[in-house]
């Protein structure tokens, strides 16, 4: 009868062009459901069986109407500022920048470079077999805002409570099963004491980490050999950072920055916008000041800037500022001679337009600039080091994170919703079996029940995951729908956050944003509206 219902729909165009192809291909779930409602009815002899009955059949003729019900749902804006706390736009004064992956963006070859030269510095300086290097860099593994386990050497995506999301925990390239994650920790919370094992992996360059991580683990565990995880993880750690502080990969991106840097017009312009309107402007970044010299040459070049150097645009520019430290240390500030690549030895009490800085810390910046933080924002990828220490000194903060704009095209399309609604039936269903007074007689009957349910959530969860990532699913959002640990952070050291720079030039400068009046941990997360289902 149901399919039947949905066949008619079809035909008489009562169902969305874009989503009747989508909810025809799904007639074997439906047949899954039918089967349910027949083993319901099989124990109707109770009342209880048969309210459940009853509202089961209610259900699927709701999971019926759902793809016209979507069509009217408002989607979320990919090029969007959300917002976790009110900023008036108009009362800031100043704007700061971080440098790599928010003023500057890089083409996936930058992935593959860090963990191909990280692989030959474990082999050819840290003594690791030579058959790891066979391993190449796999851009579907990793998402942003994993942890690694130092103890016991799992990838974990965990949600805002501190859980393991049941199918986000690999050991080297393998996942885990709930009851191998249980059988290994105990239970899927991570604890306080776990957590001191546990070191994030929060920005754009831990892609090409984590995936290093995986698969030195994974060779380990094929090899049948013993291996201590903390080591692992401290010899990734400095093959990666070696990668960086050697300069190995600055130079490599300048020497082809056609291959590796993406232009953004737009960003300039927005730049350009700010100093017009008033605004200062300073750059803040860990990176050397030749690389960022040379990266900025290259995206201005087809600009047709006006002015002699990109510098104009800035009224500070600090180098190597080795953040998260300069929040909270006493370092002072050195300037840096680009003539002669060496650091001068006079102080610094103030800041002068046509010269450049390294190092620094946030109390002798303050104190220089005579900027309160209120006035000031800062904008940066990386969630602790860029913002945890601005957010607490009472900056406020812009989180740039260039994975929202896809996440939030794929939470608009109508497989994403389709899927999410037919989860939101199925958690409602399970919610009614599992409150439900159970007689022994039958039992098994809810049994089976309880069991063909969690196949067809398991069903939606891993269809839902695959349309981000198959081993991790989405950055934001964990599979039960919670949002994730790296959401948390979002949530607290990001006032406002938006995929790209250049999203700002659609809000006027004086625009007053705020978060949403409708309570939600992340202003862009669209849940399907519990309306959908309600019944008669």
């Given at each position: 009868?149901?399919?039947?219902?949905?066949?008619?729909?079809?035909?008489?165009?009562?169902?969305?062009?874009?989503?009747?192809?989508?909810?025809?291909?799904s007639l074997g779930d439906l047949r899954a459901l039918c089967t349910l409602s027949t083993t319901l009815r099989s124990g109707a002899g109770e009342d209880e069986i048969e309210r459940i009955r009853r509202e089961f059949d209610d259900a699927k003729r709701n999971y019926l109407s759902i793809?016209?019900?979507?069509?009217?749902?408002?989607?979320?804006?990919?090029?969007g500022i959300?917002?976790?706390?009110?900023?008036?736009?108009?009362?800031?004064?100043?704007y700061g920048f971080d440098y790599d992956y928010t003023l500057s963006h890089y083409s996936e070859h930058l992935q593959c470079l860090i963990y191909d030269l990280a692989k030959r510095h474990l082999v050819n300086e840290l003594k690791y077999p030579e058959s790891c290097l066979q391993y190449e860099y796999d851009r579907t593994f990793p998402i942003r805002g994993l942890y690694y386990d130092r103890l016991k050497g799992c990838l974990l995506k965990l949600d805002f409570f501190g859980s393991i999301e049941p199918d986000g925990c690999f050991f080297g390239r393998q996942r885990l099963?709930?009851?191998?994650?249980?059988?290994?920790?105990?239970?899927?919370?991570?604890?306080?004491?776990?957590?001191?094992?546990?070191?994030?992996?929060?920005?754009?360059?831990?892609?090409?980490?984590?995936?290093?991580?995986?698969?030195?683990?994974?060779?380990?565990?094929?090899?049948?050999?013993?291996?201590d995880p903390s080591y692992i993880y401290e010899d990734v750690n400095q093959s990666i950072q070696h990668v960086h502080r050697s300069g190995l990969i600055h130079r490599q991106i300048l020497s082809e920055p056609e291959k590796f840097l993406i232009k953004k017009s737009q960003v300039f312009r927005f730049l350009k916008m700010l100093k017009e309107k008033g605004k200062k402007l300073f750059l803040l970044t860990n990176s050397p000041f030749y690389f960022v010299d040379g990266g900025m040459r290259y995206l201005l070049e087809d600009q047709h800037f006006d002015g002699n150097s990109w510098r104009e645009l800035f009224d500070v520019v600090i180098a190597q500022a080795n953040k998260p430290t300069f929040y909270n240390s006493d370092h002072p500030f050195r300037v840096y001679d680009t003539q002669k690549d060496t650091l001068t030895f006079t102080a610094v009490d103030k800041f002068l337009p046509d010269q450049v800085y390294y190092h620094g810390c946030l109390k002798s910046f303050l104190q220089i600039t005579k900027w309160k933080g209120s006035e000031v924002i800062y904008f940066g990828d990386h969630l602790l080091s860029d913002l945890r220490g601005p957010s607490k000194a009472g900056w406020r903060t812009a989180a740039v994170i260039r994975e929202l704009e896809d996440e939030i095209e794929i939470q608009n399309g109508d497989s994403y919703r389709f899927q999410q609604a037919k989860l939101s039936i199925i958690h409602d269903l399970l919610g009614k079996v599992h409150a439900a007074v159970v007689s022994t007689e039958k039992g098994q009957v809810y049994k089976a029940l309880l069991n063909e349910l969690n196949a067809e959530r398991r069903q939606c969860r891993s269809g839902m995951r695959d349309l981000f990532n198959t081993s991790f699913g989405?950055?934001?959002?964990?599979?039960?729908?919670?949002?994730?640990?790296?959401?948390?952070?979002?949530?607290?050291?990001?006032?406002?956050?938006?995929?790209?720079?250049?999203?700002?030039?659609?809000?006027?400068?004086?625009?007053?944003?705020?978060?949403?009046?409708?309570?939600?941990?992340?202003?862009?997360?669209?849940?399907?509206?519990?309306?959908?289902?309600?019944?008669?």
């Open positions: 009868m149901a399919l039947a219902r949905l066949r008619l729909l079809d035909r008489y165009g009562l169902l969305s062009p874009a989503l009747s192809a989508t909810a025809l291909r793809p016209a019900a979507i069509k009217d749902m408002p989607k979320m804006n990919p090029q959300y917002v976790n706390k009110n900023v008036k736009l108009d009362d800031l004064q100043v099963s709930l009851s191998e994650i249980k059988e290994l920790y105990g239970t899927r919370h991570i604890g306080r004491d776990q957590a001191r094992h546990l070191v994030g992996l929060m920005d754009v360059f831990c892609f090409s980490e984590a995936c290093l991580i995986a698969d030195i683990v994974q060779h380990f565990i094929d090899a049948k050999l013993e291996f989405a950055t934001f959002l964990t599979d039960t729908g919670r949002e994730s640990s790296f959401s948390y952070h979002i949530h607290q050291y990001a006032d406002i956050y938006t995929s790209k720079l250049e999203n700002f030039l659609s809000y006027a400068p004086e625009s007053w944003l705020h978060p949403p009046h409708d309570i939600k941990i992340m202003p862009h997360n669209a849940k399907v509206p519990a309306s959908l289902f309600s019944t008669s």
